[in-house]
């Protein structure tokens, strides 16, 4: 259900038309506004990794992403947060920038995870950067403990 904040927003409504939109949205996530330089890009793109894919080494993003994971669970970890799951309906996002993106990967050995990602690109930026070991080294007081299993 749209909430009356998002509701507000809309103008000229069709009195002959369904109101089953009205109901049809559901709010996912909802962050502080992020600012989008004049010439940025943005792409959709659709991530599928086999079980237990460890995903995309150590990167990050020149822009904010936001992301829904359609099925499966993903491992994710942001530089000065805990590494967390996140589940089949589930979303995430990063503010993109400095940050160094730890883990995206399949938090699952026996089924596949996939999702969906907006990210907004800085211009003249590539939309992923992998960082160096040598980078990790010099900023691993910034990752949050691991966990112990």
């Known amino acids: ?84 799951i996140v589940e089949a309906g589930g979303t995430f996002w990063e503010p993109g920038g400095d940050a160094i993106h730890y883990q995206d990967g399949n938090a699952l050995t026996d089924a596949k995870t996939t999702f969906v990602v907006t990210m907004l690109c800085a211009p003249g930026k590539p939309m992923l950067e992998l960082v160096d070991e040598e980078e990790l080294a010099r900023r691993i007081h910034l990752r949050a403990p691991r966990p112990t299993n």
């Open 1 to 84: 259900m749209m909430s009356d904040n998002h509701s507000a927003h809309v103008h000229g409504t069709d009195e002959a038309g369904s109101a089953g939109w009205m109901t049809a949205a559901r709010m996912l996530q909802d962050t502080a506004p992020v600012t989008v330089p004049e010439g940025a890009s943005a792409m959709t793109i659709h991530v599928e990794w086999e079980p237990g894919d460890p995903g995309t080494p150590p990167h990050r993003h020149s822009g904010p992403a936001f992301g829904y994971v359609i099925e499966g669970a993903v491992r994710f970890e942001l530089e000065g947060e805990p590494e967390r």
